[in-house]
């Protein structure tokens, strides 16, 4: 019988290549780079083993004058930097995947703080690499330092080569690169490099032109172009400019890798964008070239991906997050297994590898970044090593994983939940505005967990340390969460409210007790909660204030790339926003704030507080289980996600996992438990 997805395996020539099938894992950032090359093709070569028919890294800056620190990204400033990337081809290429490079030089995009010699830019422009307020600005690039970056670009490409890969790119998206800069209508340049659209595209025209000339013979050369910066006029459109140039170099490139720009467009979350979301403004761009068409806008799902390619939009299906919440999508495809796919719920904690600097890690997906410093695998994890039977406390992301992945090593075990369903805060949060896409978290995991016969499940089972211990296990760990205040304390405040009447808690929203009237909600938690509860509460005719002693709203919400959608939402909706305030006081009917930094006083008339400050553990049954432990009547006793450290739900996820790889081994607290590089 024919597959309906057998059009996905379709083997795609790009240029003197061919793509085993049309999986493509599109350059993403991982935190990895340049400093983590073990870890990086470890990671890598997990995705080709799970089916990625190419597998690229992330833009790779190709001189030092293009540092594009304090990121990590890759380097092939020079033949020393040759080997680790030979490294990762090669890692790539063992399991029948093509690898690809994304080559870049950065202008006022990098704010060189390593290299210390400034960037060449469209002209002397303000940074906005690094923090994105980095004083200084970068160089004029004269024609000559133009020509001499061709250069750099060209012996880099060989040195790509050289290393093994097979698609080079040249890189004209996210407005990060030179490349790009130049095609810009803001570019007013007054030579041949400036001007007319024929002129701004001049720069990357040779820049393929000369990349095809150096690896042509053997490696395809890719354009990765974003079509659309959605802010209108003033940047490239899908439906001007942007069309023009991909007729301009219809088919100089071996293939058009399309999305949009910023970055925080690209990879919009699912809180703001659907699968597909790019289709939009990417699907003109095969009209205009005969060559293959990658594209993204998270797919997940097969039948998704079928009618892009059915319907014309794209030849590859690119994917960055899909590919890291489920490196053994394609697999799973193929397999038709299609319920056993880990869907991407679209949070971008994975960039925060990125953002923050340290390797990237997954909401769904605990062993992303784990590959070489843990030795984890998405797929395979070490069969039981006894007949122990444990019993899971706790049916949330911390309980759901722990049991899964327990289940999956072949334990026994008993999973129960106080609750009439499964998911925890998973349950509650993505009932919320624009979070419906998080339920994937408890879902995927509910689907596994019900296809092992040995492992039991019980809901509205409220568990206490005697009925503990009269079920007679052994092994318990307890994945029972943790409550949010009601009292204000938080990184900004130590002393409790003496007065709480009509002071709320995320955990009351969640129950279905919502404040009315005027609601303040205090957020000293900074993620997205304060500001998807403030959305919820319009949503039910509150007039909202919220207040942050951060100095910016959802500060958080930056590294994941979605603060200024959080802002726009808010401001749209009428929400008051107050940043830099500290909670000074309150009685029903006042709050009184104090500026974080003059102390200045604020009196807010209103009816209601809503805190999102922090959680409490909810550990009691794990401290009224120690002295058992104590008197070996259980052998082992332990507290994993939010009961143990609250944290955002990839940590929850992680601690689960962690927790079943754990159990059975000798922990050696003196040991540092992973490789280091
Ligand atoms: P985490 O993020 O660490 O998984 P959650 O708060 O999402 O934590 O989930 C904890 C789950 O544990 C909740 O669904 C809660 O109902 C359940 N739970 C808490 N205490 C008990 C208990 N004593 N017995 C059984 N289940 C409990
Ligand atoms: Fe998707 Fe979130 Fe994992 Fe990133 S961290 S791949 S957005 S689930």
Redesign the pocket.
Not at 416 to 419: K, L, N, T, V, Y
Not at 640 to 643: P, Q, S
């Given at each position: 019988m024919l597959s309906p997805f057998s059009v996905l395996f379709e083997p795609v020539p790009i240029g003197p290549v061919v793509a085993p099938n049309r999986f493509y894992q599109v350059p993403h950032c991982n935190g990895f780079g340049h400093r983590m090359p073990q870890s990086h093709a470890a990671m890598r070569a997990v995705k080709a083993e799970g089916g990625w028919g190419v597998v690229c890294t992330e833009e790779v800056e190709i001189h030092y004058t293009t540092d594009l620190s304090p990121y990590v990204e890759g380097r092939l400033w020079d033949d020393e930097d040759i080997a680790p990337y030979a490294r990762i081809a090669e890692a790539i290429h063992q399991h029948g995947a093509l690898a690809g490079i994304e080559l870049t030089y950065n202008g006022h995009a990098a704010s060189n703080l390593y290299s210390r010699s400034p960037a060449f830019g469209m002209r002397s422009m303000s940074l906005i690499g690094g923090s994105g307020y980095e004083p200084g600005q970068c160089r004029a690039a004269s024609k000559d330092d133009l020509r001499q970056i061709r250069r750099w670009h060209r012996a880099a490409a060989l040195r790509a080569r050289q290393a093994g890969f097979d698609i080079i790119y040249c890189y004209a998206a996210h407005g990060l690169s030179l490349a790009f800069h130049l095609l810009s209508p803001r570019n007013d340049r007054s030579d041949e490099y400036g001007g007319s659209l024929t002129n701004r595209v001049r720069f990357l025209r040779e820049l393929i032109e000369d990349t095809k000339e150096a690896v042509g013979d053997r490696c395809a050369v890719a354009l990765r172009f974003a079509v659309d910066e959605l802010i209108g006029p003033e940047g490239l459109t899908h439906d001007g400019e942007a069309a023009e140039i991909v007729s301009l170099l219809a088919e100089l490139p071996d293939l058009w890798d399309v999305n949009i720009a910023g970055w925080s467009n690209d990879s919009a979350t699912s809180r703001f964008e659907k699968e597909g979301y790019q289709e939009q403004y990417i699907a003109f761009v095969k009209r205009l070239t005969t060559r293959p068409v990658v594209g993204v806008g998270r797919y997940t799902s097969p039948e998704a991906m079928v009618s892009a390619i059915r319907r014309g939009v794209m030849d590859l299906i690119g994917a960055a997050r899909p590919s890291i919440a489920d490196p053994f999508l394609p697999q799973k495809i193929r397999e038709h297994r299609l319920e056993d796919i880990r869907e991407c719920i679209g949070c971008n904690i994975c960039v925060t590898g990125d953002t923050r600097f340290v390797p990237i890690r997954c909401t769904q997906n605990p062993t992303m970044g784990e590959e070489w410093r843990r030795g984890w695998h998405p797929e395979r994890i070490a069969p039981r090593k006894s007949d122990s039977q444990i019993l899971v406390?706790?049916?949330?992301?911390?309980?759901l994983e722990a049991a899964r992945a327990l289940g999956q090593r072949g334990y026994a075990v008993v999973l129960?939940?106080?609750?009439r369903e499964w998911?925890?805060?998973?349950a509650h949060e993505s009932r919320l505005p624009g979070l419906q896409e998080w339920r994937r978290v408890a879902d995927w995991r509910l689907t596994q967990l019900k296809k092992m016969p040995h492992v039991a499940m019980y809901l509205s089972?409220?568990?206490?340390a005697s009925d503990v211990l009269e079920t007679g296990f052994r092994h318990i760990l307890i994945?029972?969460?943790?409550t949010w205040r009601r009292d204000g304390v938080g990184r900004h405040r130590h002393i409790p409210l003496t007065e709480t009447a009509q002071c709320f808690t995320p955990d009351d929203v969640f129950a279905g007790r919502l404040p009315a009237g005027r609601v303040v909600i205090y957020d000293d938690d900074h993620y997205y909660l304060g500001s998807v509860l403030a959305e919820h509460l319009v949503e039910h005719g509150c007039r909202v204030t919220l207040v942050t002693p951060a100095p910016t709203i959802a500060c958080w919400t930056q590294f994941t790339l979605e603060q200024e959608r959080i802002y726009e939402r808010l401001l749209r909706l009428g929400v008051i926003l107050i940043p830099h305030h500290r909670l000074a006081s309150w009685t029903p009917g006042l709050l009184t704030l104090t500026h974080i930094i003059t102390a200045t006083p604020t009196m807010l008339p209103a009816d209601a507080l809503l805190l999102v400050t922090e959680r409490i553990p909810?550990d009691d049954?794990y401290h009224h289980l120690l002295p058992a432990l104590h008197q070996r009547q259980i052998h082992t006793l332990r507290r994993?996600?939010?009961?143990e450290a609250p944290g955002i739900?990839a940590q929850?996820v992680f601690s689960?996992h962690l927790a079943a790889r754990e159990f059975d081994e000798v922990i050696d607290p003196d040991r540092t438990p992973f490789r280091r590089e």
């Open positions: 406390i706790g049916g949330g992301p911390a309980g129960i939940e106080a609750s998911g925890g805060r998973i089972s409220p568990t206490t994945a029972t969460g943790a909810n049954l994993i996600g939010d009961a739900i929850a689960g």
